[in-house]
């Protein structure tokens, strides 16, 4: 089975400035996708961003970017030019690609605190 | 908006009740998920139906059960409620449950049993 860690489980940042959260995952497939997704404090899941592994470029997003590295199994997401409103709770996640359903597997999350 | 809509947003029971939650997807999409975000477990997804078939099966109790109907809504029944159960439960869909589709993730209902 896929384990999805986020090592980080608070992380602050100064208004403007540019964090980078930590995601590692352990899969013995070659084939799947990647996610971040952020939950403020509405609750509410919202897609920041998408990487399929196949893909050796970096997905981006606006101020959304990842690292991707295959071989360490780490997808770590950066936020430039942080902004209040990105203050939330981030969600690392994988899915598979060669079984029959398409559930998310999620680590356990990073609180991203924005500074003013 | 998502576009999922879930009800109810807040639910308050006592243990050893039953209780329904309510997803309907977006607009086309036929597949929906359940997942349960609890403050012990984590997120985790829970069980997926696809066209009303039941496609795959999480960490689901068989206290838990789900359906999809021929308008695609989904529902999530809950009975024996424990206290454990209290958790945050989000529906999300996607368009056709392919492995490569984006979930897009409802509001989510927000159980609590005393």
């Known amino acids: 089975a896929q384990t999805v860690t986020q090592s980080q489980p608070e992380m602050s940042v100064q208004e403007a400035e540019t964090v980078t959260l930590s995601c590692t995952y352990d899969?013995?497939?070659?084939?799947?996708?990647l996610f971040w997704y952020k939950q403020p404090p509405s609750r509410q899941m919202i897609l920041v961003i998408r990487q399929e592994a196949y893909k050796q470029q970096n997905a981006t997003e606006n101020r959304f970017s990842v690292n991707f590295q295959k071989a360490a199994k780490s997808f770590s997401l950066k936020i430039s030019d942080s902004q209040l409103g990105d203050a939330a709770m981030y969600f690392c996640?994988?899915?598979?690609?060669?079984?029959?359903?398409?559930?998310?597997?999620f680590g356990g999350g990073t609180r991203l605190m924005v500074k003013p | 908006d998502s576009g999922v809509t879930q009800t109810p947003k807040h639910l308050i029971t006592a243990t050893g009740q039953r209780v329904t939650l309510r997803c309907s997807p977006r607009s086309g999409d036929l597949s929906v998920y359940w997942y349960q975000q609890s403050l012990d477990q984590g997120l985790q997804f829970l069980i997926q139906y696809y066209n009303g078939e039941e496609r795959a099966k999480g960490n689901i109790l068989e206290r838990f059960s789900a359906q999809q109907f021929p308008d695609l809504h989904s529902e999530l029944n809950l009975s024996s409620l424990e206290l454990g159960d209290s958790a945050l439960y989000f529906c999300?869909?996607?368009?056709?449950?392919?492995?490569?589709?984006?979930?897009?993730f409802g509001p989510g209902t927000r159980l609590t049993v005393l």
């Open positions: 899969t013995s497939e070659s084939d799947y996708y």
């Open positions: 999300a869909s996607s368009y056709s449950g392919r492995r490569t589709d984006t979930q897009y």
């Open positions: 996640a994988y899915r598979s690609l060669s079984n029959a359903g398409n559930m998310l597997t």
